[in-house]
Structure formats: C-alpha cells, structure tokens
C-alpha cells in the first residue's frame, strides 16, 4: 500500500509540474455525505430471528489533481475515501451475533468535466480504490463470548459521477455518487456456509461535493 501512495503522489505533483504552463488547473475537492453497503438483509431474516441491519453511515473523500481544458475537461487525481461503518446484529434468545465492518482507503484515477455552461457542469471519474477493511464477528451465547477481528486490503475500482453549479472559475459545489469495490470480510462475502449473505462487495457514496481550483 505504501508503494502505491508513493507512486500516486509521485504521479499527481510530477504531472501537475510538467503541465505548469499547460491550459488547464490544479484542483482540490472534498464529498461529504453517506455510504450504503450492499446487503441482502432477507438473507438474514428467519422465524424467530430479531435483524437489525445498519448499511448507512457517514462517509467522505478528499482528492487533489490536475485537470486540463477542452471541450471536456480531463485530469487524473489522487485521494483518501472514508466509507463509514455498515452493522449488523441478529438474535434468536438466548442467542445473538454482531457483525460490523469498516471501510476506507486510498484513490488513484482519472476524470472528466463537461460544463453545459458557464455555471452548470456534469463529471465523471474512474479508478483504483486501495481499500482498506476492518471487520469483527461477535457471537454471544450463555456458555459464553466468542469475537472474530481481522482486517483485509485489496486494489478494486471505483467509479463516480456528478453534477453541480460553477459559482465563479475557482470554486463549484455539486451532488455526486460514487461506487466502490471494497475487500472481503465476513460479513462482505457473497456467500458464506451456503448462504447468501450479501450482493458482492459493493459500497456506494451519495455526497455533496465543492470543489476548488487554482
């Protein structure tokens, strides 16, 4: 994972050097908002079996890049995505399991910007996510606590897009949805003993996101 940081901060500040004098801007933009986790809560559901599912949380991203003019706008950028925590705990008395994970991780990719006009604009971006994901399997019993933790990292792709208003040249805020592909965990298999616990390992991000430019 080291490496790959290395290699993309190498990759944004030697590109946004060689293109200093090129037509185009350097970039900073920041996504607040929240994440939704891919499940399959009926997978969960049974007689008798008490399901509380949490797949929402809150989540954001920050990435900084260089962007050059044409009739759509192009660039690459580099980033840290947070895609908050998905829970899940189910019962059956005198039983009970919690499963939880959380996700985030490092962004390297390209994007593009097509301004409708001088104010609206529509985006895109695609890339490599290096994610990073930290999960534990609690199971409680009258004999007892049983508690599985482990943490899985794995290079998937992402992708986003957007859409927002351009209030001057330097600055514009927008709505945007990106999708992740996040590493395997316990509770982020898509099939476990048989069963089938969720739909692949997918998270989304819904966010507002401003951007601004030098």
């Known amino acids: 994972m080291r ?5 993309a901060v190498a990759l944004t500040l030697g590109t946004a ?12 933009n920041a996504n607040a908002g929240y994440s939704d986790y891919n499940y399959n809560k009926d997978a969960f559901s049974a007689p ?18 260089y962007r050059w003019k044409s009739v759509v ?8 995505g947070y895609l908050g925590q998905a ?5 059956a008395d005198p039983y ?4 939880t994970q959380k996700n985030r991780g ?5 994007n593009l910007n097509y301004n409708i006009t001088d104010n609206w604009y529509l985006s895109a971006r695609a890339g490599w996510f290096r994610g990073r994901n930290t999960y534990t399997v609690a199971a409680y019993a009258p004999q007892g606590t049983a508690t599985l933790r482990g943490t899985n990292t794995h290079t998937g792709e992402y992708f986003g897009v957007g859409a927002g208003y351009n209030f001057n040249k330097h600055f514009s805020l927008g709505l945007a949805y990106d999708t992740y592909h996040t590493p395997n965990s316990a509770l982020r298999s898509s099939t476990f003993d048989g069963m089938d616990l969720g739909r692949g390992t997918r998270a989304g991000m819904y966010s507002i996101q401003g951007e601004y430019r030098f």
Do not use: I, M
């Not at 829970?87 to 019962?91: P, Q």
């Open 3 to 7: 490496k790959l940081v290395t290699l």
């Open 17 to 28: 050097s060689a293109a200093a004098f090129a037509d185009g801007n350097a970039f900073v």
């Open 48 to 65: 008798g079996l008490d399901t509380n599912l949490r797949k929402r949380d809150p989540a954001g991203a920050v990435r900084v890049g």
């Open 73 to 80: 706008d192009y660039g690459v950028e580099v980033g840290y």
């Open 87 to 91: 829970r899940l705990n189910v019962a």
């Open 96 to 99: 009970a399991a919690r499963l």
């Open 106 to 110: 490092f962004l390297l990719g390209g």
